[in-house]
């Protein structure tokens, strides 16, 4: 504990990472008072006034424990994340994924705050990190130019800033149901989560050409450099090969096209976006065309081409630190024992591994209060695995990682297949955090 320190958390940022965090410093008798900006003051991504809106997709990705998303998850909700609790709330179809109706999700981790006693939520904009702590900021990708400003300034670091992109949303009842189908790869969840657009070889080839030839959108002080690797635009990766859509979210690998019986050349997935399963999001198809474009080379897609766009794809700022420079694995800062960082300006990437962060500098910081050691997750799980490529990865050339099984240490002289060794090294995670748990003093029993 630090001598002196106040009590009541300031959490900058009502995003993913700011919500879980408040939520695991209330949980334990923290007082919280968390900042959001919105309405106040809008950005150019998020529409409604409520807490942990996501607008790039609508899905956390897999609940299956053969998939390191998967694992997270799990792991996640052995320790009570309240994020995955509403997700699993406002879940929609969508195989194994775990997809949400984006209004009913916000709305309970909105009431979830608010209705919380030891939680005040204050409409206010935060422009510079408090000279004061505990603070944590989770500001997430679209803070404001004053605090990106201010974040530079304390971490000394000139580029903050990646570009991310979005995908489109297309109303289902322009969907052309006579070519599109309803089907879930290899027969995943429902086994018929998704709607299937495909395409054959020649329709391919005709959309590729298109998708290349399109016009992008000027983006101010855009560099082709900033672009974040694990989320593409859909036109980037088909300049890196004619096939790489069609091996990347076009592959048509466990879906079989009813009208031939066979599996399409390629095809164009939609997942679900609300509960009422009016809204459809292109799996993947972030970009950065132009709006006009967008409508004219998605149309040539079969089953589009009357398609109607409730929100067309765009490119924004995504503003993030070079986390092994400067933090510990406990998403504490390396030169301010008082200020924390979660959500993907801590230098993660996915809305799990964002709620993950959170969730690990919540319980630190309310372990710094109590005057307990903050949790460290065993180096075998996906939690551990997280902090220790946030703190210990190479800074040079530094991006934000989705969790992989590529980060959890193997089991020696296992000689398996893949997805039984993807299975091991789950339910060895699961076992390391339940024994973890058990000698945590943070973590032992309900907490306060």
């Not at 694995?329 to 030169?335: I, K, L, P, R, Y």
């Not at 209060?369 to 530094?398: C, E, M, T, W």
């Not at 089991?411 to 995670?429: H, T």
Request: net charge negative; hydrophobic share 40%; glycine share 8%.
């Amino acid at each position: 504990m630090i001598s002196g320190m106040k009590k009541r958390v300031t959490i900058i940022g009502g995003g993913l990472a700011g919500c879980e965090a408040a939520w695991q410093c209330a949980v334990r008798g923290i007082p919280v008072d968390v900042y959001e900006m919105r309405p106040l003051r809008e950005n150019a991504i998020h529409r409604s006034a409520d807490l942990a809106e996501i607008v790039c997709s609508n899905s956390f990705k897999s609940i299956e424990l053969g998939s390191a998303h998967g694992l997270l998850k799990a792991e996640m909700n052995e320790l009570g994340s309240m994020i995955l609790a509403c997700a699993f709330e406002a879940r929609v179809p969508a195989g194994a994924a775990l997809a949400v109706d984006r209004k009913t999700f916000s709305r309970a981790v909105t009431a979830r705050l608010e209705q919380h006693p030891l939680i005040e939520v204050h409409r206010e904009e935060i422009t510079e990190i408090p000279k004061e702590g505990p603070v944590v900021v989770a500001a997430g990708p679209l803070c404001s130019e004053a605090l990106a400003q201010s974040i530079a300034e304390f971490s000394g670091e000139e580029n903050l800033a990646f570009y991310d992109a979005i995908s489109p949303i297309i109303d289902g009842e322009s969907i052309n149901w006579d070519l599109a189908f309803s089907a879930s790869r290899y027969g995943k969840g429902d086994g018929s989560d998704y709607v299937n657009c495909p395409l054959s070889q020649e329709e391919y080839e005709a959309f590729i050409d298109a998708l290349l030839s399109a016009q992008l959108a000027e983006i101010h002080e855009f560099d082709r450099e900033l672009l974040f690797e694990g989320c593409l635009p859909v036109e980037e990766m088909a300049a890196r090969g004619r096939d790489t859509l069609r091996y990347g979210p076009m592959r048509p690998v466990g879906l079989k096209d009813p009208r031939t019986g066979h599996r399409p050349w390629a095809v164009v997935q939609l997942r679900q976006d609300d509960l009422a399963a009016s809204h459809w999001s292109m799996v993947g198809f972030q970009n950065r065309l132009k709006w006009g474009e967008q409508k004219r080379v998605f149309r040539m897609i079969p089953g589009l081409e009357n398609a109607s766009f409730i929100k067309l794809g765009v490119m924004h700022r995504n503003t993030y630190l070079n986390a092994p420079r400067m933090l510990l694995e406990t998403f504490q800062s390396t030169s301010r024992e008082d200020l924390f960082f979660a959500g993907q300006i801590s230098g993660v990437e996915g809305y799990t591994e964002s709620t993950a962060s959170g969730m690990i500098a919540g319980m630190a910081m309310a372990a710094q209060l109590k005057g307990l050691d903050a949790p460290l997750f065993p180096a075998v799980s996906a939690l551990g695995a997280l902090q220790r490529y946030i703190a210990h990865s190479a800074d040079k050339n530094y991006q934000p990682t989705n969790i992989s099984f590529g980060l959890i240490p193997p089991i020696e002289n296992l000689r398996k297949p893949k997805k039984e060794r993807k299975r091991l090294l789950s339910l060895r995670a699961i076992e390391a955090i339940r024994a973890y748990v058990l000698e945590c003093p943070l973590l032992m029993g309900p907490p306060d």
